[in-house]
């Protein structure tokens, strides 16, 4: 690099929350703006560093110019054990609230590391209100990433300004999102604890949405054609200044990347690779429920049986709190039987490696807003079971607007931490695994539908495509600002 570039070159911080579902696209999105010349460090706490050190060292000798800086966490401090320093570390309530206090705590040595490192611009997550401050302090700009899409922000701004859910009289009662340019539905019960009941959540939330008004601008992990009318709500209607620069994952192009994105998978890739290729396209489901979701027993052995009735060729990821606690609750024999027929991976699934995979005909997701974009990406239809945060308005993007989803039939949002015992019979998973693998017309139309929304979003980041060019705007405009 001459020194001409160098002198000229933009440095950008990443600061996401400390948990998969914001990390990991973060650290893609980083590694966007360090493939386009933008020196990208990403802010983390040392455990969450040491997760990210292989993927970030493996781009740095592909030259990219890209580092992380850790902040200490003050675990302790908030009356939490050392080194909860992950949202996975969270096992109850009390939990959530001191984990959010040692987050607030990193302002001063955020501002510290500005005043070190001098970057020209932060995207900070949108849990990290106070970031805005920091980077005002600096004079330069702060963008907010929530991880999620243009939909759920106008959903969520809706339910906020309207309160369609006060006029009614039952949980189960089905009111319409006001105000929205398609006529979207959901019952009370499947909206998060904030609006239902006043906590310092609310509080929080607040300062949230201010913060997000007084900040640069919102980067979205979304694409143009998939929710065109979204985004214009977004910008024309709520009045945000939002640049679309996803889907982020697509930046993984080879199977180690794939294979090692966010954290190394517990199974060998290859293994994976081989099982699947050893299967008929579009013949086997993937169920996988993210990073985070915890899952009783019963809802596991539920899952057990209902894959083994649909009779389709499995992989399914399982993650418990306690491994005895799968064992104990895995059909009798279930192992064996399935020998051939379902791969169990435990832990940690190389998830775009499989999605990508065309035998891969079908995704069973708890709607975190990565896994459904991956899952667009890849072109496969998905079965919707949504848990908590915002995945009940994923679900609804995905079945009522894009048309490229069978809802499983959820009925209640929960806390992540609060599972409940079982929300879907075996019968029912059964009975959508057939009708979305199935060879009937509706299902045959959803796999035509998933596999043009893939090839769209392969197009929007490709040189010339929608998510490409604001991608561009975005990086010209920092030049102009830091000018
Ligand atoms: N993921 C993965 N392997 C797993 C579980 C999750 O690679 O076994 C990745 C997945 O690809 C996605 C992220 O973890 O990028 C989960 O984010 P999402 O928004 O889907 O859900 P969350 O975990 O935040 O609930």
Same mark, same amino acid.
């Given at each position: 690099m001459d020194s001409e570039t160098h002198h000229h070159q933009l440095h950008g911080f990443f600061f996401p929350l400390m948990a998969y579902g914001h990390m990991i696209p973060a650290v893609d999105l980083a590694r966007m703006f360090a493939a386009r010349g933008v020196k990208a460090t990403i802010v983390t706490t040392p455990l969450n560093a040491s997760i990210l050190s292989n993927s970030i060292n493996r781009d740095r000798s592909s030259g990219l110019d890209i580092d992380i800086q850790t902040l200490r966490f003050p675990a302790v401090e908030a009356g939490l054990p050392e080194g909860s320093e992950h949202v996975n570390a969270i096992t109850s309530i009390e939990m959530i609230a001191k984990f959010f206090k040692a987050v607030n705590m990193l302002q001063q040595p955020l501002e510290q590391l500005l005043e070190e490192h001098h970057p020209d611009f932060i995207v900070a997550d949108m849990f990290l209100p106070w970031a805005t401050e920091a980077a005002g302090k600096f004079g330069i700009p702060r963008f907010v990433f929530h991880g999620t899409n243009y939909f759920c922000q106008c959903v969520e701004y809706s339910l906020k300004c309207? *309160?369609?859910?006060?006029?009614?009289?039952?949980? *189960?009662e089905t009111f319409v999102v006001p105000g929205l340019p398609d006529k979207i539905e959901m019952t009370r019960s499947q909206l998060s604890n904030h609006f239902k009941v006043k906590s310092e959540f609310n509080e929080w939330l607040d300062q949230i949405r201010d913060s997000e008004l007084r900040s640069y601008g919102v980067l979205v992990n979304s694409f143009y054609e998939l929710e065109p009318a979204y985004a214009e709500h977004y910008t024309n209607v709520m009045g945000r200044r939002a640049w679309h620069i996803g889907p982020v994952s697509l930046q993984n192009r080879d199977t180690i990347d794939k294979a090692q994105r966010g954290k190394k998978a517990s199974i060998d890739e290859h293994h994976v690779l081989n099982w699947l290729d050893s299967k008929e396209p579009n013949s086997v489901i993937y169920v996988c429920f993210g990073s985070a979701s915890r899952i009783s027993g019963a809802q596991l052995l539920e899952i057990a049986m209902g894959l083994e009735d649909s009779g389709f060729s499995f992989v399914w990821v399982i993650r418990t709190i306690k491994k005895e606690e799968e064992e104990r609750f895995l059909p009798e024999g279930f192992e064996e039987r399935m020998e051939g027929k379902g791969l169990i991976i435990r832990e940690w699934a190389p998830q775009v490696l499989i999605l990508d995979h065309?035998?891969?005909?079908g995704f069973i997701t708890h709607c975190g807003w990565n896994s459904i974009l991956e899952g667009i990406s890849a072109g496969v239809p998905m079965i919707t079971w949504p848990m908590f945060a915002e995945q009940f308005y994923n679900e609804n993007l995905v079945?009522?607007?894009?048309?490229?989803g069978i809802p499983v039939g959820v009925e209640e949002w929960n806390l992540w931490i609060e599972a409940k015992e079982v929300s879907v019979r075996k019968d029912k998973i059964g009975k959508v695994v057939t009708q979305l693998m199935g060879d009937g017309e509706a299902a045959e139309n959803t796999r035509k539908k998933a596999k043009e929304l893939s090839e769209m979003a392969k197009r929007a980041v490709e040189e010339g495509g929608s998510s490409y060019a604001d991608f561009t705007a975005l990086i010209e405009e920092l030049k102009i600002y830091r000018k």
């Open positions: 309207y *309160k369609p859910y006060e006029g009614i009289t039952s949980d *189960k065309p035998a891969v005909g079945t009522q607007v894009l048309k490229i």
